[in-house]
């Protein structure tokens, strides 16, 4: 489960951590296996009484043993891949296009992030990190039962779409952007930015002003402060 | 060097990557030791020359051997403790305040940010990550030698600083905040939020909205959105 082309073989992939298993449990993911901690079923036994059928109970040791991280007290779930509806964007809508993010723990962040922000879809490069990634999983803190992410071609998806912002570091200053009611943020590659065969397509660069020294923000950081003025300023029109 | 007890005992602490070390040269940070490949060498030797009695020209495989990360291809200084100058803010500053921050990615994210926006001052608890620890310098992006880090008593410290600001999940809508000219932004714990016992220091706690499910943003996500609120709230007035 902690490779790509295993979890693609079984269709299935790994949740670990209490909070994300139990997020896990209460969304339409489909779980086939659930291994717990004794103190995590004894906790949460009421609320997973209907994967009972489905539950081992095992050892920090074992748990441990199996998990991709260091360290696993609680439990890990085995679901099957979920199938997206058809991507769809409506005109009062944002959502994010990741270009290339890499970093799992990234990819993860802004999950969560596009979460907090009420975006529910992400399309991202078939180079990004996986959506289904251990580290994605456990960074989006439980986010990625609510946001669907579409693994497919940028520039096909963003073509012919409207309201195609990109984060870059020159732009105009996102604190004065008059954002319109739906549209796409596009986030380029941690190190090079945006793919500059996607420029074309991208209809307004927004840069967030520094006033340090600073190069740049991390990509999620950035995501978030973008969604930010986003919603402030569709709250003030 | 991976360890704070050693780096205590050295009053040294190690930095890498190509950009970091690059930034370190440059900075009043002490350089005792360089090791470097043959490629970084070569590339950087012009803006590395005063270094030049102090390196070691090492293979990658050496290079990865004495990293505190999975690969290492260009370089890692050790440099010696700095002395900052004692803590004192002026009233049109803005610092950070960080009340048990643990994780190093985040807490170097937030020197990131921080310097991002022009806030070169962080006071942290003596239980948040170490200033100096490899994770957070990494994190950081050079940003470390530019954004000073006071480990003291958040409790002393706080006392009697006027505009105490604490990020929270209930408080004043950030986006409404009329933020003075200089203040503190306190962030807590990652999972816990602040120490209660801070409480009565603080004079305004303050919320980023949130318009989906998501419980919560990352620290320095939360960090870097405020930040830029004040910002935006300064350059308004």
């Given amino acids: 489960m902690q490779l790509k082309k295993y979890r693609k073989q079984a ?28 103190p995590f079923w004894e906790d ?6 209907m994967l009972e059928d489905r539950v081992a109970v095992v050892t920090n040791k074992q ?33 994010i296009a990741l270009d290339r993010i890499r970093d799992p723990g990234n990819f993860g962040t802004i999950l969560r992030i596009a979460d907090w922000y009420g975006i529910n879809k992400v399309v991202a ?3 990004s990190a996986d959506y289904y990634h251990p580290k994605v999983i ?16 940028l520039h096909e998806t963003l073509q012919g779409m ?3 912002f990109a984060a870059g570091m020159k732009g105009e200053d996102v604190h004065k952007v008059d954002f319109p009611a739906g ?14 065969s996607l420029t074309p397509l991208i209809h307004q660069t927004v840069c967030i002003p520094g006033y ?22 569709l709250n003030t029109n």
Same sequence: chains 1, 2.
């Fill in 125 to 127: 490069s078939s180079d």
């Fill in 162 to 164: 409207t309201n195609i």
């Fill in 212 to 233: 340090g020294v600073a190069e740049s923000l991390n990509a999620a950081v950035a995501t978030a402060v973008i969604c930010d003025n986003i919603r402030r300023s």
């Fill in 11 to 38: 269709q299935s992939f790994s949740v670990e951590g209490a909070k994300s298993v139990l997020e896990l449990a209460q969304s339409s993911f489909e779980i086939t296996h659930l291994m717990v901690t004794k």
């Fill in 138 to 153: 456990q960074a989006s803190m439980g986010s990625f039962t609510r946001v669907a992410v579409y693994h497919q071609d």
């Fill in 63 to 95: 748990l441990t043993a199996i998990s991709a991280f260091k360290t696993n007290e609680a439990a890990l779930a085995v679901a099957r891949f979920r199938q997206h509806p058809p991507w769809e964007v409506e005109p009062d809508e944002y959502v």
């Fill in 183 to 196: 549209g796409v943020l596009v986030i380029g590659n941690e190190a090079q930015g945006l793919d500059t």
């Fill in 44 to 49: 949460n036994e009421k609320s997973l009484k």
